[in-house]
């Protein structure tokens, strides 16, 4: 709740006239200036830290306790990244809650964002300034928020079958990446140190979860999504 902080952070860090606290992390300045100016119309809202990078959320979260995180997942075109940054945030500080605010929309992405901890998915394009503020209220209080057409996709992603419920490990994504390049089975093997037949294995593990059978097409999906 507003009123349970963080009591490692310092009371002038931590903005004390403010019940929410938040960080945003988004590399687009105008992107940034706009949702404090947003946010800051709310009463008692207060945005008490921003990051344009991957190295500086960590840092930032830990030094101004934020109670919400506003971010996007492409910091820097890694979606993947950005991914754990918000599994990392949810682990070592259950206290800030994460809202993504992202770009574009894909289902795996989504899905993922959400399973790693993420408490609210809304896209720039469609959110309005008033949604935008009670959305971050809302996560604040242990809500979860989906925007325009993102419940729908969420339903399909965690209602289809179990391959295609599954999800691309940090292993298997390694191995599509390799694969990218243009490695063969043996050069991937040498390169992760594993076997060939462990590098089988987990090709076959995403193709199963990406519902196709030829590597051009399983780097094509794990791209579309964002995942490369």
């Known amino acids: 709740m507003a009123n349970d902080g963080r009591s490692d952070v310092p009371l002038g860090r931590r903005s004390p006239m403010a019940t929410t606290r938040v960080m ?5 300045v ?16 207060a945005v ?17 306790g934020p109670d919400v995180l506003i971010m996007d997942l492409d910091l820097g075109d890694d979606t993947t990244r950005g991914l754990k940054i918000c599994e990392e945030i949810t682990d070592r500080y259950p206290g800030t809650k994460v809202l993504v605010l992202a770009n ?17 998915y809304l896209c720039k394009d469609d959110v309005k300034a008033d949604e935008l503020g009670k959305g971050v209220k809302a996560v604040q209080d242990g809500e979860t928020v989906l925007g325009k057409g993102v419940g729908s996709m969420v339903a399909r992603g965690l209602g289809s ?11 298997e994504l390694d191995v599509i990446r390799a694969v990218a390049k243009g490695l063969s089975n043996k050069q ?6 594993v076997t060939e037949s462990t590098v089988k294995f987990h090709l076959q ?19 579309a999504a964002g995942l490369l």
């Open 24 to 28: 945003v992390a988004d590399r687009n």
């Open 48 to 64: 008490v830290a921003e990051a344009t990078t991957y190295e500086a959320i960590l840092d930032a979260v830990d030094e101004h």
């Open 104 to 120: 574009t929309l894909s289902e795996m992405i989504v899905v993922e964002a959400l399973r790693r901890g993420a408490t609210g």
């Open 161 to 171: 079958s179990r391959g295609q419920a599954e999800h691309l490990t940090d292993r």
């Open 188 to 193: 991937i093997a040498v390169q992760m140190y």
């Open 30 to 45: 105008i992107t940034r200036v706009g949702i404090r100016s947003i946010l800051e119309r709310n009463a008692g809202m």
């Open 205 to 223: 593990n995403a193709a199963r979860k990406l519902n196709t059978h030829r590597r051009a097409e399983l780097v094509h999906r794990a791209a």
